[in-house]
């Protein structure tokens, strides 16, 4: 594919998303961006990558103040991090094809013309799994982190966007990883966004 070219990819916590990024990066030759993005923000701002980690890590840290009216006690709470974002998103969408995962990165480039939103998602016993290999935890951790990651995340993304984070209708495809495993979802995703850009 000749023209630039952006995809996003959000995931429900332990569905592989990750690695199905990871994936596609390779197969499409673009470059990825998630965790990433925060030492490029923190460079950008001259802010400690630590707080950017921290800010990441925890959604609730720039959303605690939602309902208690604390948000705007300090101006770095309020929008200033994910506008950071945000805009480095759109300069790295500008510069090059790329693949960002999470950050509300398919709200962030609503109005780009070349844009492929995908959700995934899995089967809860497969997410569960999934985590208790990759974090080696025990399946009942792997289980409250799921639940409490995919609050946090939904929680996060409606507040930015005033959407449903994981609605279908907001998303070009959603997929569930669980059907097909890592490496056929990733090629399926492939498939469908080449398809997609070559048909504008």
């Known amino acids: 594919m000749k ?4 995809v996003t990819i959000a995931r429900q916590y332990g569905s592989g998303g990750l ?3 990871k994936r596609l990066s390779d197969a499409l030759n673009v470059p ?6 925060l030492q490029i923000a923190a460079k950008k701002s001259g802010l400690g990558e630590n707080f950017f980690e921290k800010a990441d890590e925890d959604k609730n840290f720039l959303t605690a103040g939602i309902s208690a009216n604390a948000f705007n006690t300090n101006p770095i709470f309020d929008d200033s991090l994910f506008k950071i974002q945000s805009d480095i998103i759109k300069q ?3 510069k ?3 693949i960002f995962v999470g950050r509300c990165a398919d709200y962030v480039l609503r109005d780009y013309p070349y844009c492929v939103n995908i959700f995934i998602y899995a089967n809860d016993k497969d997410r569960i799994q999934l985590l208790v290999l990759e974090k080696n935890i025990i399946e009942k951790e ?13 929680k996060y993304y409606s507040y930015y966007t005033q959407k449903i984070w994981g ?9 569930n990883s669980s059907v097909l495993g890592i490496d056929e979802t990733a090629y399926f995703i492939q498939s469908f966004i080449e398809k997609s850009l070559n048909k504008n």
């Open 3 to 6: 023209r630039k070219f952006a």
């Open 19 to 21: 690695m199905i990024a």
């Open 32 to 37: 990825f961006y998630d965790k990433t993005l």
């Open 92 to 94: 790295l969408a500008r």
């Open 96 to 98: 090059d094809s790329a």
């Open 142 to 154: 792997a289980e409250e982190r799921m639940q409490r990651v995919d609050k946090e995340r939904a």
């Open 167 to 175: 609605a279908i209708n907001f998303y070009h495809l959603c997929v």
